[in-house]
Every structure is written in structure tokens, then in C-alpha cells.
């Protein structure tokens, strides 16, 4: 069974910094990109990074140059770290991974940005 946990969301002052986790299993991680969203209250996901199997990145306009997407194949796992936050990057982010027809989410973790 596929499952994705974020973790390391919370509240933090404007300019401070957090580090989000995606922990994967019951798939082959390696061999799949993963996404990062944000969802703010009343609106639809945003893609805010990703990163390819291969380590290609992509960034939102809005998040590049403070945020960085990695990832640790032998830990299945995905990771945020965001930098400089404004308050604007307040939002549920989650992980995503696409596996041909099906799209795979977590339950998401809660970041405010305090300004």
C-alpha cells in the first residue's frame, strides 16, 4: 500500500526556517518524482517544488532561491527546506507522487509563517 507522511510543519517567525519531511513506502521511491503543494484555506493546491527520480528540480517563482528539494532514496524520502519564510508561504503543504493514473497524496503538515 502506498503511503506518504509529511512532518516537520509549525509555526515560525517571518525569516526563520523549517525543514519538511515526506517518509514514503509501499512503493519503489527511486523510481518516482515527487511534488510539493501548498493548499491555503479555500484554495486549490499549488505546486510549490519538485523533484524528478533523477534530481531535476523545478521551483515556483515565488519559492525560488529560498526553498531547496532533495531527496534520500536509501531513506524513501523527500525533503523541504524552506528558508527566509514570509508569511505568505503559510499553507498545508504535502507530497505527491504520480504513478501513471493514480496521484498519491499525504495528509499534509501545517506551516505558519508569524510575521
Known amino acids: 500500500q502506498v503511503r506518504l507522511v509529511e512532518s516537520g510543519g509549525g509555526l515560525v517567525q517571518a525569516g526563520g526556517s523549517l525543514r519538511l519531511s515526506c517518509v514514503t513506502s509501499?512503493?519503489?521511491?527511486?523510481?518516482?518524482?515527487v511534488r510539493w503543494y501548498r493548499q491555503d484555506p479555500g484554495k486549490q493546491r499549488r505546486l510549490v517544488a519538485m523533484?524528478?527520480?533523477?534530481?531535476?528540480?523545478f521551483y515556483a517563482d515565488t519559492v525560488s532561491g529560498r526553498f531547496t528539494v532533495s531527496r534520500d532514496n536509501a531513506k524513501n524520502t523527500a525533503y523541504l527546506q524552506m528558508n527566509d519564510l514570509k508569511s505568505e508561504d503559510t499553507g498545508v503543504y504535502f507530497c505527491?507522487?504520480?504513478?501513471?493514473?493514480?496521484?498519491?497524496y499525504g495528509p499534509g503538515t501545517q506551516v505558519t509563517v508569524s510575521s
Open positions: 523533484i524528478s527520480r533523477t534530481d531535476p528540480t
Open positions: 505527491n507522487v504520480i504513478m501513471g493514473v493514480n496521484d498519491y
Open positions: 509501499g512503493f519503489t521511491f527511486a523510481n518516482f518524482g
